[in-house]
C-alpha cells in the first residue's frame, strides 16, 4: 500500500511529482504511479507541495499543514541583504521577558528547517530559570578552567622539552588564557557563558543521526534570524555547546535522552544597546570555474 496516493479525478497527468521523485512514482500506461513506502520515501511531502492541482496526498503527514503558497516575492534581495549584514550577536539584554507566545513560534520554525535526509532529529531544550542558568553557567566556566589548567600545564611542558610544534603550544596556552578570564569574569559576578540572557536554546540530536550538527546549527540561525524580526536578538554560544559534549557533569545537568549530544546553543533576549553602523569583514576568498 502506498503511502502518497493519487486522485486521478484532480490529476492533470503534468509529470512534476515523478520528475521529482523517481523513487517513488513511475509511469505506467501513460499513467503517473505512486508507490511510497518506507524503502523509497522520506517523509519530506515535496511531491505534495508540487501538485499544482491538488491531487496528492501523504497518509504518514498531516494534510492540514500545507497551505497553498500565494506570494514569495515579498522580501526584496535589497532588503534581505541588509536585515543580514545587520545581525550581531548581542551580550547585553534587558530585564524583559520573552512572551510565551514569540517562544512556541520560534520553536515552530524549528520544524520547517532543513534537515540532512528530511531526518528531523534536531530537539530543543530551552533553559528560562535563572537558577538552571546559572548552574549551567557554573558548570561550563569549572570546565574552562580546568582545561585551562590542564592546557598551561601541557604547553608548559613543550616549551620545556623544547621540541613541540609552535602552534599547537599557542593554542594551549589561549585556552589556558580563556580558562583564566572566565574565572576572572565570574568572580567579578557577571555570568561569562550566558550574559544572563533571558532565554537559552540548546540545540541537541543523536549522536549517531547523520547530518546532526549541520542540521541543529541550520535550525538555531532560523531560529535566531526570525528573532530578530520580533525585537530580539540572539548568539551563538560554542563554549557552552563544547563544555557539554566534554564534560559529563554538564551533560548529567542537561539530562537529555541518552545518545544525544549537543550541536548548538544560542541565547536570544531583548537587546540593551542598539548598533548603530554594519561591519566591516574580510572579503570572501572564492574561486569561480
Ligand atoms: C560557531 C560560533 C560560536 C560562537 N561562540 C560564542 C561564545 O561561546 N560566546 C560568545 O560570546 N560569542 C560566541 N560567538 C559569537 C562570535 O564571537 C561573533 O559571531 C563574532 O565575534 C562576530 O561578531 P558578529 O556576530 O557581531 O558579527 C560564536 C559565533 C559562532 C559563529
Known amino acids: 500500500m502506498s503511502w502518497v496516493s493519487i486522485d486521478y479525478t484532480r490529476c492533470s497527468n503534468c509529470g512534476a511529482c515523478l520528475e521529482e521523485c523517481t523513487r517513488c512514482f513511475s509511469k505506467t500506461d501513460e499513467k503517473v504511479v505512486a508507490h511510497a513506502d ?3 520515501c522520506l517523509v519530506c511531502g515535496r511531491c505534495v507541495a508540487l501538485c499544482p492541482t491538488g491531487a496528492i496526498s501523504h497518509s504518514q503527514m498531516d494534510m492540514t ?122 568572580d567579578a559576578g557577571l555570568d561569562p557563558v550566558f550574559y544572563n540572557a533571558p532565554l537559552v536554546m540548546i540545540f541537541h540530536a543523536p549522536m549517531q543521526a547523520f547530518s546532526k550538527k549541520d542540521d541543529c546549527v541550520i535550525a538555531s540561525t532560523t531560529v535566531g534570524l526570525i528573532s530578530r524580526t520580533m525585537g530580539l ?13 566534554n564534560y559529563p557533569a554538564v551533560m548529567d545537568e542537561l539530562k537529555l535522552p541518552v545518545g544525544n549530544g549537543v550541536y548548538s546553543v544560542i541565547i536570544l533576549g531583548y537587546p540593551k544597546m542598539r548598533f548603530y553602523r554594519t561591519v566591516d569583514r574580510k572579503p570572501t576568498k572564492v574561486r569561480y570555474e
Not at 160 to 181: R, T, V
Not at 233 to 245: D, R
Open 65 to 186: 499543514n500545507f497551505h497553498v503558497i500565494n506570494n514569495c516575492d515579498f522580501i526584496s534581495p535589497d532588503d534581505l541583504f541588509e536585515f543580514l549584514r545587520q545581525r550581531r550577536s548581542h551580550r547585553a539584554f534587558a530585564d524583559k521577558k520573552i512572551p510565551e507566545a514569540d517562544i512556541k513560534r520560534l520553536v515552530d520554525i524549528v520544524r520547517y528547517s532543513p534537515t540532512g535526509s528530511n531526518s528531523q532529529m534536531v530537539e530543543l531544550l530551552l533553559i528560562q530559570s535563572p537558577e538552571k542558568r546559572k548552574k549551567l553557567s557554573d558548570l561550563a566556566v569549572d570546565f574552562m578552567i580546568k582545561n585551562g589548567e590542564e592546557s598551561g600545564e601541557k604547553a608548559k611542558a613543550m616549551r620545556l622539552a623544547g621540541k613541540a610544534d609552535e602552534g599547537e603550544i599557542k593554542l594551549m596556552e589561549m585556552i589556558a588564557f580563556y580558562g583564566e578570564m572566565m574565572r576572572e569574569s565570574r
Open 38 to 40: 518506507i524503502n523509497c
Open 233 to 245: 536578538e540572539y548568539t551563538y554560544i560554542g563554549i557552552f555547546e563544547g563544555a557539554a559534549n
